[in-house]
């Protein structure tokens, strides 16, 4: 009856729009006055422990150096090198558009930040260059969600801390799923853009055009090779690197590309402040949730059902799968990851997982919930930009979703897409 009652008055929060950090507390106030069985202070003091970790000090660092980095000028710059390098083939803006979303990936560790930055320049930029509207939002709608499975991801950060997992790998051991996403992106844009004739820049490539592009981003191309080179060298922590990415950042976009001035700095620090108290409310609202959950020992009923299932990690597995990608349709990444880490983490760890590859895992298949109403923010993002309703967009990005969500499937089958470029590092 406890757990009816939080999950209940959680989903009539939700239903009547209520932000989904507030409804997580709202509903765990509400079962703690019903159940009677913990004090009122429970809520105040999880709010407070679960935002007081070193490691979660990396969130709000990566967001701003995402910020810092969307309006120092090398969003533009790193599509000049995607452009240099594949502009000139069929449906080379779309592929251009999706290689730009994961190099800026490897800079934000969100999703909407990556499709807020990509998006303002390449939507514009693909319909002039004869591209239908609808392809060109979903494009940049569906490789926004390469922010979250290319390093730095604050998803991995969140799972890290609350599945006792090493971040650093995480980091490490999303690059070959992340890379194998985008070119699961790619080859549907691709075949579309040949059947619908859209094509690439009538210039010519060349190796000079393409040095000049990545010569003039080549300060922002070291972000990431600095960051994942700096953690898997052993010289600094997550943490520490989204510090030197802030640090960086500031040194790029005003002192080199020149792009960021002082004026604009107020802006993008409230900016990062407003995300940052957004995700820090989730956190620890979620963190509040979920222990609720522990004590009612719903991780260990779900568990038991599961198992009784099937003996098959495959099935087991694809349960799991199928858990997430509702989750992800109604539930923010961040609070999904904190609520149900502990409950299918155990699961899969039993039926023989490994903890780092079920991170991948639980983060590729919420990356897909960024695209799938109704929460679907890459969808709100994108729609902001493209003055798209949102129904337009769900649409146009169906076959996006199947081609992540196959390569979904290939990266729970095989394992050492996740488990080798760890593995090297002992």
């Avoid at 890290?160 to 992106?185: E, H, K, N, R, Y």
């Avoid at 500031?250 to 407003?274: N, Q, W």
């Avoid at 997430?324 to 109604?330: A, I, K, M, N, S």
């Avoid at 769900?394 to 076959?399: C, D, L």
Wanted: with cysteine; proline share 6%.
């Amino acid at each position: 009856m406890v757990s009816g009652v939080l999950f209940g008055s959680f989903a009539v929060l939700l239903i009547l729009t209520v932000p989904i950090g507030i409804s997580l507390g709202i509903a765990t106030l509400i079962t703690i006055f019903y159940s009677g069985t913990l004090p009122i202070e429970f809520l105040m003091k999880e709010l407070v422990t679960s935002i007081d970790s070193f490691p979660l000090m990396a969130v709000p660092f990566f967001i701003l150096a995402g910020e810092i980095m969307g309006k120092g000028g090398i969003s533009e710059r790193l599509f000049n090198v995607a452009n240099a390098l594949v502009g000139n083939k069929t449906g080379g803006f779309a592929i251009a558009t999706i290689i730009t979303c994961m190099f800026f990936a490897a800079i934000s560790g969100s999703g909407p930040a990556t499709v807020a930055a990509i998006g303002s320049i390449m939507i514009p930029a693909m319909v002039r260059n004869g591209y239908d509207k609808k392809f060109s939002t979903a494009v940049v709608a569906a490789a926004g969600s390469l922010g979250v499975i290319i390093p730095p991801s604050i998803p991995m950060v969140i799972y890290g801390v609350v599945g006792s997992t090493s971040i650093g790998d995480l980091f490490i051991g999303g690059i070959i799923p992340g890379l194998l996403v985008a070119m699961g992106l790619m080859v549907y844009a691709y075949f579309y853009s040949k059947k619908m004739g859209f094509k690439g820049m009538d210039e010519p490539t060349s190796l000079k055009k393409i040095w000049v592009a990545t010569w003039e981003a080549k300060w922002a191309l070291l972000i990431p090779v600095i960051i994942l080179g700096g953690i898997y060298g052993g010289y600094f922590t997550p943490t520490e690197a989204a510090v030197i990415a802030v640090v960086y950042g500031l040194i790029a976009g005003m002192a080199i590309y020149r792009e960021l001035s002082f004026r604009m700095l107020p802006k993008v620090l409230t900016d990062a402040a407003l995300m940052t108290a957004t995700i820090l409310i989730i956190v620890g609202t979620a963190t509040a949730f979920g222990r609720f959950l522990t004590i009612e020992q719903i991780p260990l009923k779900v568990a038991n059902a599961m198992m009784a299932v099937s003996e098959s990690p495959i099935i087991i597995m694809m349960l799991i799968t199928l858990l997430l990608l509702v989750v992800g349709c109604f539930m923010d990444t961040l609070a999904a990851i904190i609520i149900l880490t502990p409950i299918l983490l155990p699961i899969a760890v039993q039926i023989g997982y490994d903890p780092m590859h079920f991170g991948i895992i639980m983060v590729v298949n919420l990356a897909i919930g960024f695209i799938t109403p109704p929460l679907g923010v890459n969808l709100f993002v994108a729609s902001g930009i493209s003055g798209l309703p949102i129904e337009t967009i769900a649409k146009a990005i169906m076959p996006f979703f199947f081609a992540m969500l196959v390569t979904l499937i290939i990266i729970i089958v095989f394992p050492q897409l996740s488990l080798f470029l760890p593995s090297l590092g002992g």
